[in-house]
């Protein structure tokens, strides 16, 4: 199964909350079969151009996760609820 590149989580290596949400992710891909596509952007200037550009200071701060379809959002860590309403578009 290939990640779906309108689900983006943008995360940081070393970042403590991008990590407290793997276990979420794993649950979402395990119940939902939904991957999401992880883009690291502490060392990557790419992903954090389009971090940057997608975030629009909404944010400021990863974890932040954009769905390209819904133009739909989520600013730091969260639940399993709201993190599958976001992925499905609900």
Sequence with gaps: MAADPNLIVFYGTECKHCHELEPL???LKEE???ELTHLEVWH???NAA????LDGGKCGGVPFLFNKKTGKWICG???Y???KAWATGK
Excluded: H, P, V
Aim: glycine residues 6%; proline residues 0%.
């Design 77 to 79: 860590t969260t639940t």
């Design 44 to 46: 990557n200037a790419e």
């Design 32 to 34: 939902a079969g939904i």
């Design 25 to 27: 992710f794993d649950r």
């Design 50 to 53: 389009m971090w940057q550009e």
């Design 81 to 83: 609820e709201k993190l």
